[in-house]
């Protein structure tokens, strides 16, 4: 019994340590030769003007949030669509309550104006 999740004890380790080794080896190796013009910011060619440490409002952050939950709930609902035929009554019904889980969030958001642009 043991056997079986020593080898998942080994892939946890492996995945652990796969990237940790990579990016220690990418520091010891890499080349170090830092520059003002490696340094400077790089914008679409131009020359950068003023700070470049701007303050973005939270609200976009929400905005952003509420978009990639709303974009991960169709990769949920492709699925359902495409087997709608053969699930039955059982799958309407989940497939019902998951929308109303997210109408109630939507509808959150929407009741705390984090959907509006101001």
């Known amino acids: 019994m043991l056997n079986h999740y020593a080898f998942i004890g080994l892939f946890a380790l492996v995945a652990l340590l796969f990237p940790v080794a990579a990016l220690i080896v990418g520091a010891l190796l890499g080349p170090r030769r830092p520059s003002s013009a490696k340094l400077a910011h790089y914008e679409c060619g131009l020359v950068p003007k003023g700070e470049s440490w701007i303050q973005f409002k939270v609200q976009y952050y929400i905005y952003a949030l509420v978009f990639v939950v709303f974009d991960v709930e169709t990769v949920f609902l492709y699925p359902w669509a495409a087997a709608y035929h053969k699930l039955g009554l059982f799958a309407l019904a989940e497939a019902t309550l998951f929308l109303a ?18």
């Open 101 to 118: 889980i997210l109408a109630v969030g939507l509808a959150y958001a929407w009741a705390h104006g984090d959907l509006q642009w101001s």
